[in-house]
Protein backbone atom coordinates (compact mmCIF):
# COMPACT_ATOMS: atom_id res chain seq x y z
CA UNK A 1 0.00 0.00 0.00
CA UNK A 2 1.39 3.52 -0.99
CA UNK A 3 2.21 5.98 1.68
CA UNK A 4 -0.36 8.53 0.10
CA UNK A 5 -3.45 5.47 0.08
CA UNK A 6 -2.70 5.05 3.76
CA UNK A 7 -2.51 8.66 4.31
CA UNK A 8 -6.43 9.08 2.81
CA UNK A 9 -7.21 5.75 4.21
CA UNK A 10 -6.52 6.83 7.37
CA UNK A 11 -7.76 10.20 7.20
CA UNK A 12 -11.34 8.46 6.27
CA UNK A 13 -11.24 6.56 9.00
CA UNK A 14 -10.46 9.62 11.69
CA UNK A 15 -13.37 11.57 10.07
CA UNK A 16 -15.63 8.71 10.51
CA UNK A 17 -14.53 7.86 13.91
CA UNK A 18 -15.50 11.26 14.69
CA UNK A 19 -18.31 11.55 13.06
CA UNK A 20 -17.35 14.56 10.43
CA UNK A 21 -18.06 12.13 7.24
CA UNK A 22 -21.73 11.66 6.72
CA UNK A 23 -23.31 9.15 4.51
CA UNK A 24 -27.28 10.21 3.20
CA UNK A 25 -28.65 12.88 1.25
CA UNK A 26 -27.73 16.66 1.57
CA UNK A 27 -28.84 19.76 -0.03
CA UNK A 28 -25.41 21.65 0.30
CA UNK A 29 -25.05 25.22 0.41
CA UNK A 30 -24.69 25.55 -3.17
CA UNK A 31 -28.00 24.37 -3.63
CA UNK A 32 -26.88 21.01 -5.14
CA UNK A 33 -27.45 17.72 -3.90
CA UNK A 34 -24.61 15.18 -2.43
CA UNK A 35 -24.57 11.87 -0.64
CA UNK A 36 -21.72 12.75 1.79
CA UNK A 37 -21.38 15.84 4.02
CA UNK A 38 -18.47 16.89 5.79
CA UNK A 39 -19.51 18.26 9.34
CA UNK A 40 -15.89 19.88 10.03
CA UNK A 41 -16.54 20.59 13.52
CA UNK A 42 -16.97 17.12 14.75
CA UNK A 43 -13.64 16.47 13.83
CA UNK A 44 -12.03 20.02 15.06
CA UNK A 45 -14.21 19.47 18.69
CA UNK A 46 -11.81 16.19 19.10
CA UNK A 47 -8.62 16.81 19.85
CA UNK A 48 -7.01 13.49 19.70
CA UNK A 49 -8.39 12.88 15.56
CA UNK A 50 -7.99 16.67 14.95
CA UNK A 51 -4.13 15.99 16.55
CA UNK A 52 -3.67 13.65 14.61
CA UNK A 53 -4.13 14.66 11.29
CA UNK A 54 -2.26 17.94 12.30
CA UNK A 55 0.76 15.29 12.74
CA UNK A 56 0.70 13.52 9.04
CA UNK A 57 0.54 17.85 7.65
CA UNK A 58 3.49 18.64 10.34
CA UNK A 59 5.61 15.35 9.29
CA UNK A 60 5.04 16.53 5.28
CA UNK A 61 6.27 20.11 6.22
CA UNK A 62 8.97 19.72 8.13
CA UNK A 63 11.75 18.99 5.80
CA UNK A 64 10.16 22.33 4.20
CA UNK A 65 11.74 24.29 7.10
CA UNK A 66 8.49 26.74 7.70
CA UNK A 67 9.30 29.09 10.29
CA UNK A 68 5.99 29.86 11.04
CA UNK A 69 2.36 28.75 10.66
CA UNK A 70 -0.94 30.57 9.62
CA UNK A 71 -4.41 29.87 9.13
CA UNK A 72 -7.48 31.57 8.87
CA UNK A 73 -10.19 31.97 11.43
CA UNK A 74 -12.09 30.15 12.17
CA UNK A 75 -11.18 26.23 11.98
CA UNK A 76 -7.41 27.54 10.74
CA UNK A 77 -7.22 28.88 14.04
CA UNK A 78 -7.38 25.17 15.69
CA UNK A 79 -5.17 23.59 12.66
CA UNK A 80 -2.53 26.28 12.51
CA UNK A 81 -2.14 25.65 16.22
CA UNK A 82 -1.74 22.15 16.10
CA UNK A 83 0.25 22.15 13.08
CA UNK A 84 3.22 24.35 15.20
CA UNK A 85 2.97 22.51 18.02
CA UNK A 86 4.31 19.82 16.40
CA UNK A 87 6.62 21.79 14.47
CA UNK A 88 7.59 24.02 17.31
CA UNK A 89 6.83 26.84 15.48
CA UNK A 90 4.62 29.98 16.17
CA UNK A 91 1.05 29.90 14.95
CA UNK A 92 -0.61 32.75 13.66
CA UNK A 93 -4.25 33.77 12.10
CA UNK A 94 -5.89 35.70 9.58
CA UNK A 95 -8.99 37.14 10.35
CA UNK A 96 -11.29 39.20 8.23
CA UNK A 97 -10.36 42.81 7.47
CA UNK A 98 -12.17 46.13 7.15
CA UNK A 99 -12.71 46.35 3.17
CA UNK A 100 -12.47 42.76 2.50
CA UNK A 101 -10.19 39.79 2.22
CA UNK A 102 -7.94 39.13 5.65
CA UNK A 103 -5.59 40.18 7.62
CA UNK A 104 -3.35 39.70 10.92
CA UNK A 105 -4.41 41.49 13.66
CA UNK A 106 -3.95 41.17 17.51
CA UNK A 107 -0.20 41.93 17.06
CA UNK A 108 0.82 39.23 14.88
CA UNK A 109 4.00 39.87 12.84
CA UNK A 110 6.16 38.23 9.95
CA UNK A 111 9.82 38.64 9.71
CA UNK A 112 10.93 40.02 6.58
CA UNK A 113 11.45 37.28 4.37
CA UNK A 114 9.87 34.54 6.94
CA UNK A 115 8.46 31.45 5.80
CA UNK A 116 5.15 30.25 6.03
CA UNK A 117 3.12 27.12 6.13
CA UNK A 118 -0.50 28.05 5.43
CA UNK A 119 -2.79 26.11 7.06
CA UNK A 120 -6.99 25.24 6.85
CA UNK A 121 -9.09 22.98 7.52
CA UNK A 122 -11.38 22.07 3.96
CA UNK A 123 -10.68 23.40 0.85
CA UNK A 124 -13.66 23.99 -1.42
CA UNK A 125 -12.68 27.21 -3.05
CA UNK A 126 -9.54 28.58 -2.34
CA UNK A 127 -10.12 31.71 -1.61
CA UNK A 128 -9.62 30.98 2.68
CA UNK A 129 -6.43 30.08 1.81
CA UNK A 130 -5.41 32.93 -0.73
CA UNK A 131 -6.59 35.66 1.79
CA UNK A 132 -3.64 34.10 3.54
CA UNK A 133 -1.58 34.14 1.65
CA UNK A 134 -2.03 37.80 0.65
CA UNK A 135 -2.09 38.55 4.35
CA UNK A 136 1.67 36.76 4.80
CA UNK A 137 3.17 39.12 1.18
CA UNK A 138 1.70 41.69 2.89
CA UNK A 139 2.77 41.36 6.16
CA UNK A 140 6.29 40.75 4.58
CA UNK A 141 6.77 36.89 4.52
CA UNK A 142 7.02 34.25 1.96
CA UNK A 143 4.09 31.62 1.78
CA UNK A 144 6.36 28.60 1.31
CA UNK A 145 3.39 26.29 1.29
CA UNK A 146 -0.26 25.03 1.87
CA UNK A 147 -1.43 22.17 3.73
CA UNK A 148 -4.89 21.67 4.34
CA UNK A 149 -7.13 18.45 6.02
CA UNK A 150 -9.51 17.89 3.33
CA UNK A 151 -9.16 18.95 -0.36
CA UNK A 152 -13.14 19.03 -2.03
CA UNK A 153 -11.42 21.33 -4.52
CA UNK A 154 -11.21 18.44 -6.98
CA UNK A 155 -7.89 19.78 -7.65
CA UNK A 156 -8.84 23.20 -8.78
CA UNK A 157 -7.31 24.24 -6.54
CA UNK A 158 -3.54 25.57 -7.63
CA UNK A 159 -1.30 28.45 -5.20
CA UNK A 160 1.89 27.92 -6.67
CA UNK A 161 3.65 26.76 -3.96
CA UNK A 162 3.66 23.38 -2.84
CA UNK A 163 0.51 21.48 -1.50
CA UNK A 164 -0.39 18.65 0.75
CA UNK A 165 -3.84 17.42 2.33
CA UNK A 166 -4.60 14.59 4.10
CA UNK A 167 -7.81 13.47 1.53
CA UNK A 168 -8.51 14.44 -1.19
CA UNK A 169 -12.22 14.03 -1.38
CA UNK A 170 -13.63 14.51 -4.98
CA UNK A 171 -17.65 13.89 -4.26
CA UNK A 172 -20.16 13.87 -6.60
CA UNK A 173 -22.84 16.66 -6.54
CA UNK A 174 -26.36 17.21 -8.32
CA UNK A 175 -29.06 19.51 -9.48
CA UNK A 176 -32.02 18.52 -7.51
CA UNK A 177 -33.81 17.72 -11.17
CA UNK A 178 -30.65 15.41 -11.73
CA UNK A 179 -30.07 13.75 -8.60
CA UNK A 180 -30.43 10.20 -8.00
CA UNK A 181 -30.90 10.15 -4.27
CA UNK A 182 -34.06 12.53 -5.32
CA UNK A 183 -35.09 9.84 -7.50
CA UNK A 184 -35.12 7.30 -4.43
CA UNK A 185 -36.79 9.12 -2.13
CA UNK A 186 -34.31 9.08 0.55
CA UNK A 187 -34.99 12.21 3.25
CA UNK A 188 -32.93 14.94 2.26
CA UNK A 189 -31.25 17.07 4.87
CA UNK A 190 -30.26 20.60 4.89
CA UNK A 191 -27.09 21.34 5.91
ZN1 LIG B 1 -31.43 15.00 -4.07
Known amino acids: MSGRRQTEEATARLLREAGALLEGHFQLASGRHSGVYVEKFRLL ?64 AIAPGERVLVVDDVLTTGGSVR ?7 A ?13 RSGGKAGFGVPFFSCLALDLPSYEPADCPLCEQDVPLTIT
Open 139 to 151: AGGEPLAVAVLID
Open 45 to 108: ERPPQTDALCRMIADWARELSPQVVAGPTTGGVIISYEVARHLGLRSIFAENAEGGGRSFQRGF
Open 131 to 137: DVLDAVR
